[in-house]
């Protein structure tokens, strides 16, 4: 427990502390969160500081005498054509919550996004989670999508077959990246955009061809998590998504598909006709524009 009186905390740039202090502060700081998180350093530093885009130059921890109390991740990337400071992390130990930490934590993770020329900051947060939600709308953040996940425990019974003069290829990220860049119609959440995905070796590419040109592509890996999943609109209500997935699935003789994405009605219906079922979870992304 923190002790009794003022107290003088001590904030400083992670590129100056060690990862002990920075995975000691991200453990003991979501002990008690909403989902359990079971994470070995290892693995803590792999993925926060690979695949989720932190930086140790962007992040900020806090100590009370030496011990670590609080800490922000963030990472910058030029995201949807704008530069952005995403928080990939915020975390207070327990009995340090309600003091400045978390304010001053928030305050310098601003002043870096300033420091950097950004124009927005960015983060996702758990739907019910009403304190943090509050938090971040008094720091002047306002909530853009619903993040919605949904699972298939039986992708084997997706049959759909793609219709006549439609073909799947193998591709590479580089050509579905370029293929994602040209398309207006659709937002993709910071976890399942391909600077994400590119952490990855083991990640499948396919494109799906019309003579030769390409009418829709997946990103898939194979333990099931679909990244990205889009179909010209010209071409759509064909079987050509379906037919896609289907094709993933015996390829890579997937057990299981999860798929997330923000709030869009087309994609909600389609998983449901594939027999996707809707997870409990539910993410706000919220922006604040600077």
Sequence with gaps: MPKKGKRMFT????????????????????????IKIDMSKDNFQ?????????SHEYSVIAFDDGKPVGLILGGIKVYEGLKTLRCGALCV????????????????????????????????????????????????????????YYSHSNPSGINTDLPSGFTVQRTDIDVLRSF??????IH????????????????????????????????????????????DPRFRNKGIGG???????KELNLKKLAISFPSNASLTGFV??????????TQYEMYLTI
């Design 93 to 148: 130990l327990p009995g340090y919550r309600g003091t400045e930490v978390s304010h001053k934590l928030f305050d310098l993770h601003r002043e870096i996004a300033l420091e950097n020329n950004c124009s927005q900051m960015f983060l996702e947060v758990i739907a019910g989670n009403e304190r943090a939600i509050n938090f971040y709308r008094k720091k002047g953040y306002e909530k853009v999508y619903d993040l919605v």
């Design 180 to 185: 994602s860049r040209e398309i207006r119609d």
């Design 243 to 249: 037919g896609l997935i289907n094709h993933a699935v």
């Design 188 to 231: 993709i959440n910071w976890q399942n955009d391909f600077d994400y995905t590119s952490y990855f070796d083991e990640h499948r590419y396919y494109g799906v061809f019309k003579d030769a040109n390409m009418v829709g592509g997946l990103s898939i890996h194979p333990a099931g998590r679909v990244n990205f999943l889009w179909v």
């Design 11 to 34: 904030y400083k740039r992670c590129t100056e502390v060690d990862t002990d202090a920075i995975y000691g502060a991200f453990i003991a700081g979501f002990s008690d969160y909403i």
């Design 272 to 281: 449901k006709r594939l027999g996707f079922m809707k997870d409990p979870i």
């Design 46 to 54: 792999k993925h926060f500081f690979g695949p989720e885009g932190n």
